[in-house]
């Protein structure tokens, strides 16, 4: 049945058009929000980051999600501090210990956007949000990859 599979799935991308999965596109709504964890360096509240186990130093978020590795647990509103809301971003070091980067208000300013934009495109795509995170994971991630190779 795999022939019946792959005539339906060349349906769908006739339907969407070819361009859809190009490396280079992006979701339109996601890319502000892309742009800004793209800019995260000069902050000295959350960076240089240091890793407690090893000393390993990561100046910018980029450097951050460029050398180290992801987990299944990425980016997620932590909950428990009511006062003041945040968001943690999970990644391992290096060493393997895991290394979370924090952001507020003051170090993200469109946290609470974001988390509203996140929700009304779960709603609109009827994907539930924990994947739409994800997406966005894998697009900001990519996003800064690209942009490193350009710049180096
Ligand atoms: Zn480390």
């Given amino acids: 049945m795999l022939y019946k599979r792959l ?3 060349e349906a769908r991308r006739k339907e969407v058009g ?3 999965r190009m490396k280079s596109s992006y979701n339109g709504t996601f890319l502000k929000f892309i742009k800004a964890f793209a800019q995260i360096g000069k902050d000295s509240r959350i960076f240089p980051k240091k890793c407690r186990a090893c000393g390993a130093v990561y100046p910018s978020f980029p450097d951050y999600i460029h050398n180290t590795n992801p987990l299944g ?3 997620e509103p932590y909950l428990e501090d009511l006062d003041v809301p945040r968001t943690l ?3 391992n070091c290096i060493c393997g210990s895991t290394l979370t ?3 507020t208000k003051e170090t993200y300013p469109r946290i609470e956007s ?3 934009m996140i929700g009304t495109e779960s709603k609109r795509s009827g994907k539930p949000v924990r994947e739409v995170v994800s997406e ?3 697009q900001r991630n990519r996003y800064i990859q690209e942009r490193d190779e350009t710049a180096a």
Wanted: proline share 5%.
């Fill in 73 to 75: 647990r990425g980016l």
């Fill in 114 to 116: 974001f988390w509203e």
């Fill in 89 to 91: 971003q999970y990644r």
């Fill in 101 to 103: 980067v924090s952001f």
């Fill in 18 to 20: 070819p361009t859809v």
């Fill in 136 to 138: 966005f994971r894998k």
């Fill in 7 to 9: 005539s339906k799935a």
